[in-house]
RNA sequence: GGGUAGGUUCCGGAGCGGUCAAACGGGGCAGACUGUAAAUCUGCUGGCUCACGCCUUCGCUGGUUCGAAUCCAGCCCUGCCCA
């Protein structure tokens, strides 16, 4: 493959590359490409907003180039602060190894083993002696740090902004010191970290890195990034029931920015857009899990909430022989929250909200008395809500 | 270190001795509508009973008072200004 070749597949998607013409200058090289792409360790899962840099990612992989992931266990103990209006929550050192454990084997849902270095910072950070750390930070000005808008405008704002945290973008550059970094994959949210990177190995006598800035992808709520801590995220472990119902919920306006992001294409302006959502929906589920999976998840989704069949739907079960006898109707839905469903609800809630709304059914028929007693059957389907449902066994 | 403004329920933010479980907005949840959605509308949003009422909560610890989120003292934490 010619480099303009390359160069256009490597660009598209992209919302920024810095530059351009470095690239092409690299690719010209002829070697594989040192292609960086970092991520912390913060949470258990890898979400669909990690997958837009894996992903192109594992594109520089399929052109012959060299994949480096880092795991951040050392810089997930600060905190990135980018796009950040707080301090984050500091992780303990056993919470960051075990979700490092997860992130790589879900990192490999889309990367190609084989070709993939994996490194973590903590292997370089923690040896390092205050001294170095000394060396590094006078490198790197504070107006400089103080231009991100990250920091100027909890600043503005009158809020705390701790010391560490500036600390953040400095450790991100090192990191493409250490591992010879010819590109570096990032989020927009990402360019000034990325930048001090290039600054970094420029002083350490390195040609600097690339700069490939993806789009950010908005979480469920349409609003704010994906992001475990907003709660807006569609994991890659997600079953495929869920990840399918959670991409149903989509509006068709973040539809069309999901069909951009994650599939590399729009979709069909003639379509229904609930076909077109379901479509889409089913290609994720199929991507993370199987094509089979996916089909099948796609036609219970139809079951329950287009026909809106639960009878013939697929639903978690409940053992009848595990039950209480006797139970009134908020202690029974109570009891399926917190064992099925793992919400723990309080009786206020269950009676306010669900029973009296008319949101619990037995078998379609509303049971919207909360002290009456329920008997159940096997073969009973026991509806809480309408994403709650159980089959009584 | 000095001065000053603050720390309220998931978040923002009112309250400034009783009528406060605490306005209002956001978020969340449930229902109606619909293409499961979005938008819109309705309701709920500390716990137990749900009827009265009771219990826990307004940075922490004590105190004043019949009674405190509201007053006082000490402590912890944060912003801003000064050094």
Do not use: C
Request: glycine share 8%; no cysteine; aromatic share 6%.
């Amino acid at each position: 493959m010619t480099t303009a070749e390359q160069l256009q597949l490597l660009t598209a998607g992209t919302t920024r590359v810095i530059s351009a013409g470095e690239l092409a200058d690299r690719l010209d090289a002829g070697r594989p490409l040192r292609v960086k792409l970092g991520v912390d360790p913060t949470a258990p899962d890898i979400h669909l907003g990690h997958t837009v840099a894996l992903e192109k990612l594992r594109q520089f992989q399929q052109l012959g180039h060299q994949a480096v992931l880092i795991i951040g266990d050392f810089t997930a103990t600060v905190g990135d602060p980018s796009g950040r209006s707080a301090t984050r929550p500091p992780l303990t050192r056993d919470e960051v190894l075990a979700n490092a454990e997860t992130y790589t084997t879900q990192a490999f849902k889309v990367l190609e083993r084989g070709r993939t270095e994996v490194v973590f910072n903590g292997d370089w950070f923690r040896r390092m002696s205050y001294e170095e750390v000394l060396r590094l930070n006078s490198q790197v000005t504070l107006q400089q740090m103080l231009q991100r808008e990250d920091f100027h405008t909890r600043i503005d704002a009158a809020q705390e902004v701790r010391l560490h945290e500036i600390q953040y973008p400095i450790m991100q550059g090192w990191d493409s010191v250490e591992v010879r970094a010819d590109v570096e994959i990032g989020g927009t949210d990402q360019l000034f970290n990325i930048l001090v990177g290039r600054d970094l190995q420029k002083a350490h006598g390195q040609p600097p890195q690339v700069a490939v800035l993806m789009p950010l992808l908005e979480g469920l709520d349409g609003v704010r990034k994906m992001s475990k801590s907003y709660g807006n995220y569609v994991a890659v472990s997600d079953p495929p029931a869920e990840m399918f119902g959670k991409l149903m919920s989509l509006s068709d306006e973040l539809m069309d920015r999901y069909y951009q992001l994650l599939l590399g294409a729009g979709r069909d302006p003639a379509g229904h857009p609930m076909e077109a959502k379901k479509d889409l929906a089913e290609r994720l589920t199929a991507r993370y899990h199987d094509p089979a999976a996916a089909a099948a998840a796609r036609a219970d989704w139809d079951t329950r909430f287009s026909r809106r069949d639960l009878a013939a739907a697929e639903l978690p079960e409940l053992a009848l022989t595990e039950l209480p006898a006797g139970l009134t109707v908020v202690a029974l839905a109570a009891h399926v929250f917190a064992t099925v469903f793992g919400l723990p609800k309080s009786n206020g809630e269950i009676r306010r909200q669900f029973v009296t709304a008319g949101a619990v059914q037995l078998n379609g028929a509303r049971l919207d008395d909360p002290n009456a007693t329920v008997t159940l059957r096997p073969g009973d389907v026991l509806r809480l809500s309408k994403k709650h449902a159980v089959r009584v066994r």
